[in-house]
């Protein structure tokens, strides 16, 4: 009986590790980064973009900044900032 109890924990570990694992490598992932600080115009931090970065991404136009409607593929190691606040 125990031997049988041990066997199904055994799998039961197995299987819910696959789905943690199988689940994290699936989903596209967030990042939740850090408010960047202007500082005399300046931003106080960049970010540096990584392998694989695909999205879409704001063009500046007439009208102002507008959200394309393509996915667009960043080559790495390009940096980025927010926009300047609304008041600079």
Known sequence: ?????CRRLTLYVALTL?????GCGSNPRVVMIPPIEWVDGVPTDLLK???G?????YV???EGWVLSDNKV???EGWLASPPPPKDQ
Do not use: C, D, E
């Open 1 to 5: 009986m125990r031997k049988i109890q």
């Open 18 to 22: 696959i789905g943690f694992a199988a």
């Open 49 to 51: 973009i990584g392998p």
């Open 53 to 57: 970065m695909t999205g879409r991404v």
């Open 60 to 62: 500046h136009t007439a």
């Open 73 to 75: 593929t960043l080559p």
